[in-house]
């Protein structure tokens, strides 16, 4: 074994490093079995990167969701993890010199994660901040114990002063700090004390990987275990037929084009944008909602059996993400199986302000701190806003909310389709500002007329002849009337639309296009139900969505 504790001050500084690594690994390991017992979102790495992800900027946020699509969160855990190896590695150095100071310094951080705990809005109390701190003690125990063998060996053999070290006596302080803490026998004469000091560094880091390994293993056993529990609970829902069941939709709403997005969109392949690090994984037996605030005479707390025991009504409705680019991916359409929210919420005696209710807006909070604010004349005027807990002839999946989330057709998800949901309030846009609003998105958000192109696709080297120019377009709630295609900023042509589906569903488009070689640039622009066409004007998401026309470039051959 090549290592040597006093040797030179590159293979002690290396040595210093790894202890800094065994040190951070250890805090991490701590911290994920002590946060399996008291809350998962209370883990340093889950709160500081929810905590992150609520103090990012929404346009480095887009990007991130543009550069890393679905991986965003991976790639912040990845950048979390990295910044403390770097921290761990500076404390490893640190400790040759001031041990104490490097010991409280990891202390220290520690503290941030547990301030990130605590103030997260999903936070539960202090004790959220229990797994960061015990995590950040037993990395500053183990940083402080195996940094002791590396100065044991130097201050122990001032016999073999290396040229380099010259210098390098260590103060009263420093010796007295070794003293007190080297174990028994490093104090001994030079020759022992380096044999002993190497061999108890070497024992120490291994016992240190092999215990922090053990401890962050049983950790993710016992998440593991909550979240089979739930899984549970999820495969053991029955959903009942619905009282008033979708429209069988006509054969025609899908042209059944490869390329073009399907009219149902699966749930694996459903697209997923919240803030949520992990996945919350409930137990429906034991999920339990809220309802109440102003106007509500009735306030009322609902279980997922009260849910099941109402008429449903089941749907097809697409949804949009507000942060979808033109063209974007960020749109799907399901089968919706829910409760009727109008129903719910006139029982509770809410009316909506066209009738004189005392609240505009309706707050859904989410188990995970999320705040989604909805216009309540919106979620009453009679369009099919509901409580989901079906998608697609399943129970929602977890990533899609389980057990209960809310919809509104029509609305972006950031103003209507709140996921694991446990609160619904009555209130006042006056008085409250959901937590987008809060980051400058708008507070009333409805989905914007939009077309896509999906083939060709952008770049597409088309053989010259007849190429199909198809895709989707969408204007919840008012319906596509018309989608036209232009190449070169040539005429409109009008492009043929699929059989007419519900009014909250996209609608699927072609156009056969006799194309040229040579490059070519294809536009599409659609209008709604009620003869409004899509506008041109490019805007970005923020506030309020993106507008303006999808186009492609394509090199015909
Ligand atoms: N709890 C919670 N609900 C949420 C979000 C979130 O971050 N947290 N994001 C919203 C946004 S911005 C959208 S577009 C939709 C996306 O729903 P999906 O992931 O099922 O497609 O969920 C909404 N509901
Ligand atoms: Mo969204």
Known sequence: MGVSTRGTSATRGALAALSGLVAGYAALAVAELVSAGVRPEAGPVAAVGGAAIDRTPSGVKDWAIRQFGTNDKLVLQLGIVAVLAAFAVAMGLLALRRRRTAAAGVLAFGLVGAVAATSRPDSTGLLDAVPSLTGALAGAG???????????GYAGSPGHPTPSEGSGHPTPSEAAEVGAAAPEGLSRPAQDGHALGRRGFVLATTGAVVASTGAGLLGRRLSATSAAEAAASRAAVRLPAPASPAPPLPRGVDLRIREVAPFTTPNRDFYRVDTALNVPR?????????????????????????????????????????????????????????????????????????????????VARSVDGMTIGSPVETVMDG?????????????????????????????????????????????????????????????????????????????????????????????????????????????????????????????????????????????????DGTGTPQTDRRTRTIPDGASGWHSVVVNVT
């Open 282 to 362: 409930l137990d429906a037996g034991r999920w339990r909602m809220r309802l109440h605030g102003k106007g509500v005479s009735a306030p009322r707390v609902l279980t997922f059996d009260d849910l099941l025991q109402r008429a449903l009504i089941e749907r097809d409705i697409t949804m949009t993400c507000v942060s979808n680019e033109v063209g974007g991916p960020y749109v799907g359409s399901a089968r919706w199986l829910g409760v009727p929210l109008r129903a719910l919420l006139e029982e509770a005696g809410v009316r909506p302000p066209s009738r004189g209710g005392p609240a505009d807006q309706l």
């Open 383 to 527: 369009r099919d806003a509901m409580l989901a807990i079906g998608m697609n002839g399943e129970p929602l999946p977890f990533d899609h909310g389980f057990p209960v989330r809310m919809l509104v057709p029509g609305l972006y998800g950031y103003v209507s389709a709140c996921k694991w949901i446990e609160d619904i309030e009555l209130t006042t846009f006056e008085d409250y500002d959901a937590y987008w609003v809060k980051r400058d998105w708008a507070r009333e958000a409805p989905i914007k007329t939009q077309s896509r192109i999906d083939t060709p696709k952008p770049f597409a080297r088309p053989a010259s002849g007849r190429v199909t120019v198809a895709g989707v377009a969408w204007a919840q709630h008012r319906g596509i009337d018309r989608v036209e295609v232009r190449v070169d900023e040539g005429p409109w042509r009008q492009a043929e639309l699929a059989t007419e589906g519900p009014l909250d569903t996209w609608r699927q488009w072609r156009w056969d296009w006799d194309a040229s070689p040579g490059s070519h640039t294809l536009q599409v622009r659609a209008t």
């Open 142 to 152: 183990v940083l402080y114990v195996l940094t002791g063998y590396l100065r044991a």
